[in-house]
């Protein structure tokens, strides 16, 4: 496809369910990123990927959290145990190969964790 | 680890008035810099960056930030704002290592 493409675009839950998030990013595009957007705050840094590797994983708020990209192509993101407070958007973006490059954003996943 | 610090949530402006979205920057090393816009409704998109050579950068829709490698400082600002231009602007960091950092935003309100 032309961009970065996210699904499902909406994801109802309950608590305690596992979920997984699908990120299709441009084709070529090296790295990887996965962001989460509470409502009213800025985009936080989960986790990046350069090809197949994730060389910081910092941002994982906790071991319930996962992500995995197979070739330099598809990513999940996988949230375990669902906690209400996990309930935000989701983004996906990615860039040619290295941080002086622009990112391109996919529209989000908007998770509610009922 | 790098940071980034917005300190204003919020800015109203009147239409056709000069506007300035503040942004500090923590790093112990030397950065990139970037402003990304997320109009209403639609994803996040390059506005402008920094990666070396003159201070002063230019991007898309008239705006244009200042790098101020002694105040840690990355100013977007432009001189006379439209309606269009109400959206949410965010600021990120990168000190190299491909891990790009953002800050929490500031809504931009343009007032008639």
């Known amino acids: 496809g032309a961009g970065v493409s996210q699904s499902p675009s909406n994801k109802v839950t309950e608590k305690g369910k596992d979920v997984e998030l699908r990120c299709d990013p441009i084709s070529g595009h090296t790295a990887l990123y996965w962001y989460r957007q509470r409502l009213g705050q800025g985009l936080e840094f989960l986790i990046y990927f350069q090809g197949n590797s994730a060389p910081d994983k910092s941002g994982l708020p906790s071991d319930r959290f996962s992500a995995e990209r197979t070739g330099e192509s598809v990513s999940t993101l996988t949230i375990q145990r669902t906690q209400q407070e996990d309930s935000a958007v989701y983004l996906c973006?990615?860039?040619?190969?290295?941080?002086?490059?622009?990112?391109?954003f996919g529209s989000g996943t908007q998770l509610s964790v009922l | 680890a790098q940071s980034v610090t917005q300190l204003d949530s919020q800015v109203p402006v009147f239409e056709e008035a000069p506007v300035e979205l503040r942004c500090n920057y923590s790093s112990s090393v030397s950065v990139y810099l970037f402003w990304y816009v997320q109009y209403p409704n639609q994803g996040l998109q390059l506005l402008l960056k920094y990666l070396s050579g003159s201070t002063l950068v230019k991007g898309i829709n008239g705006f244009e930030a200042e790098f101020n490698k002694s105040q840690t400082s990355f100013h977007l600002r432009k001189p006379s704002v439209h309606i269009s231009d109400t959206a949410e602007y965010f600021c990120a960091v990168s000190d190299r290592d491909d891990k790009i950092i953002f800050g929490k935003g500031t809504r931009l309100h343009i007032l008639p």
């Open positions: 973006a990615s860039s040619l190969s290295r941080a002086d490059e622009k990112l391109f």
